[in-house]
């Protein structure tokens, strides 16, 4: 079997998703479709819409045939983060031979060409990323226009969208680790990345807004929600009826609040080891902490030219999740391999995942309460922060509380 892999959120699953798998079986020829997808919180800094488990059901309803866990140490952090600690454990199942992801490009040889140059970093290009980091501008912003003085403005162009960035980074993950898995780029359909407007494929934005506006407008919210029809590759009320009877909507309240106890009764500089904090960046999130009524309101007290609004997001999770910078390092390092959580599965995902115990190098995890005694201490490190994610996604989150559900809630099978 020629299996094809895809890094996602899945925050919700859409029609640009379903269309990806698609295009991508087509092209590369082939048959089974295996996802490492995030946890409970994102690489932006949110907490899913939805639990793991209910967006694998998703998925697997909708083309794929395995679902696994991208672990929170790779899923919450910065683009390259994120890439690297996918392509290492795909790398280590044995079993991808394609890994699929979309670009606003479309086009995998100039994005191929350009990530080789940014994990050799070039003098001239080192230079000019110098000079440009000198001006004050943030550190994408500066990589951006030392790639247009080094290559000219159509390469420069590339590092303006964010499905472009991700896609860079899965390549140049690739090309570091020197991976036998061969690399293909779908052409990103429909509304942009962030787009709220209505579109025949819309974002996963575009979806949430629809769902939090009908949550927001009870008296309206079935014309609201009538906007979902026709537009997900599933029946919308496989999305709507869990939405409705588990989504907490003073989740953001809960999390302020947890925020505040865990930074405010602590000293600084336990902030100061969260990683991504730098530049005395850990005093204005305490000072901001401590005037913020809203968790909006908090984010965008601590934002600035230098620091976007994901950076900021994925301080605080962390933060949240008590990750320092030392354990997100070791989860980093070329040596350390992590574990395959598996979230669900249909029968070619049962197959696929026995030729990953057959060829694969890193544990399979089904049943925590059996299998977490065979990880290696960092590996249980690791996975203490997906469980963490998910007990913070059901606290501040959904309604039905439900303990350490890590350890109870087996696969999803399809």
């Known amino acids: 079997m020629k299996i094809l892999g895809i890094i996602a959120e899945y925050n919700p699953f859409h029609m640009g998703h379903a269309w990806q798998i698609e295009a991508s079986k087509k092209e590369s020829q082939c048959d089974g479709v295996m996802v490492l997808m995030s946890g409970n919180l994102t690489q932006r800094g949110d907490f899913a819409l939805l639990n793991k488990w209910e967006r694998a059901r998703l998925a697997l309803s909708s083309g794929v045939d395995l679902v696994c866990e991208l672990p929170f140490g790779y899923a919450c952090q910065s683009a390259e983060a994120f890439a690297y600690g996918g392509i290492k454990i795909f790398n280590a199942t044995g079993v991808v031979d394609v890994l699929s992801f979309g670009s606003e490009f479309g086009h995998i040889q100039p994005l191929t060409s350009l990530a080789e140059i940014l994990v050799h970093e070039p003098a001239e290009f080192k230079s000019f990323l ?10 994408p912003r500066a990589r951006e226009l030392a790639i247009r003085s080094y290559l000219g403005h159509e390469a420069g162009d590339l590092l303006k969208t964010p499905n472009n960035i991700l896609a860079l980074e899965y390549l140049k993950a690739l090309h570091k680790t020197q991976s036998d898995i061969r690399s293909m780029t779908v052409k990103r359909q429909g509304a942009d990345y962030h787009s709220l407007l209505p579109s025949s494929f819309l974002s996963a934005s575009g979806i949430r807004k629809i769902l939090f506006d009908a949550l927001a407008n009870p008296e309206s919210a079935s014309a609201i929600l009538k906007m979902l029809d026709h537009k997900l590759p599933y029946l919308s009320e496989d999305l709507i009826l869990p939405f409705k009877k588990n989504f907490n909507p003073n989740g953001d309240d809960l999390f302020l609040n947890a925020l505040r106890l865990l930074i405010l009764s602590h000293d600084v500089k336990h902030l100061k080891n969260t990683p991504y904090v730098s530049e005395g960046l850990e005093h204005k999130i305490r000072d901001t902490l401590k005037v913020a009524t809203t968790l909006d309101e908090c984010v965008n007290g601590i934002i600035s030219k230098r620091i976007p609004k994901t950076r ?21 390092t070329e040596s350390f391999v992590p574990y395959l959580r598996v979230l669900g599965f249909n029968e070619k995902g049962k197959t696929i995942l026995r030729a990953i115990k057959a060829r694969g190098q890193l544990p399979i ?7 977490r005694f065979s990880l290696t201490p960092t590996q249980r490190k690791m996975l203490y922060y997906d469980c963490r994610a998910t007990d913070f996604h059901n606290q501040f989150y959904e309604i039905n509380y439900c303990y350490h559900r890590d350890y109870i809630q087996g696969p999803i099978q399809f």
């Open 312 to 332: 900021v997001r994925r301080i605080l999770c962390n933060r949240l999740l008590e990750l320092d910078k030392e354990l997100l390092k070791l989860f980093l």
């Open 365 to 371: 995890l089904t049943s925590l309460k059996k299998s």
């Open 130 to 139: 110098k000079e440009a980091l000198s001006s004050g501008v943030s550190f």
